[in-house]
């Protein structure tokens, strides 16, 4: 088993910053692909930031592509994301997850493991 736990989240201002961090223990993540995810009310989940093992691999949703980058310290089995130049839209519960695999894929159903989420509100 694989418990994440996120943690970061609160109320920004348009424009402003935060950074989630997601602290995982259990068995470890060594050799997946993990991910950010993140679900606004009445909307579905939706892929945000992926990033291979090696980190050296990420993909990011073309709506937060330039402003969120995502990052993994594997010695500390933590996965980040940096977020910068917030936007209403962007107000949700964020999820980070942990692939069946190495690949980083946009489809929820191919993460296996998942945090509680942590929520972000973005003010006008």
Do not use: H
């Amino acid at each position: 088993q694989v418990q994440l736990v996120e943690s970061g989240g609160g109320l920004v201002q348009a424009g402003g910053s935060l950074t989630l961090s997601c602290a995982a223990s259990g068995r470890t993540l060594r050799g997946y692909a993990m991910a950010w995810f993140r679900q606004a009310p009445g909307k579905e989940r939706e892929f945000v930031a992926g990033i291979k093992w090696s980190g050296g691999n990420t993909l990011y949703a073309d709506s937060v592509k330039g402003r969120f980058t995502i990052s993994r310290d594997n010695a500390k089995n933590t996965v980040y994301l940096q977020m910068n130049s917030l936007k209403p839209e962007d107000t949700a519960v964020y999820y980070c997850a942990r692939s069946r695999g190495v690949v980083v894929s946009i489809a929820p159903t191919e993460y296996s493991y998942w945090g509680q989420g942590t929520q972000v509100t973005v003010s006008s």
